[in-house]
């Protein structure tokens, strides 16, 4: 499964931002779908999850309330509404495919990355 992220740019804080990332098969819907980020000089970190069916979600603390993932399978797309944005969002975020459940969230189970894609936030 090939991952292609996009909807990265500069915002302001408080701003908004929607990245999507589209699937190159059909089987993207099996998967559990992640983002991560990872910001200059820190570890990459898990932000969001949905389950396959989308009936469930995860988020990493500091986003719950301001970050909604969702996703579409008839498209083949995952996408990440991040609202309120801060300066400490500030991080390229990745999309992710794996089999786990949604609350294993260690990129190591991470079974397909997508490439990346810029979020800053200027304060």
């Known amino acids: 499964v090939q991952l292609q992220a996009s909807g990265g740019g500069l915002v302001q804080a408080g701003g908004s931002l929607r990245l999507s990332c589209t699937a190159s098969r059909r089987t993207f819907s099996l998967y559990t779908m992640d983002w991560f980020r990872q910001a200059p000089g820190k570890e990459r970190e898990f932000v969001a999850a949905i389950t396959w069916s989308g009936d469930s979600t995860n988020y990493l603390d500091s986003v719950k309330g301001r970050f909604t993932i969702s996703r579409d399978n008839a498209k083949s797309t995952v996408n990440l509404q991040m609202n309120n944005l801060k300066s400490e969002d500030t991080a390229v975020y990745y999309c992710?495919?794996?089999?786990?459940?949604?609350?294993?969230?260690?990129?190591?189970?991470?079974?397909?990355w997508g490439q990346g894609t810029l979020v800053t936030v200027s304060s």
């Open positions: 992710a495919a794996h089999a786990g459940l949604i609350y294993d969230t260690d990129p190591s189970g991470v079974l397909y």
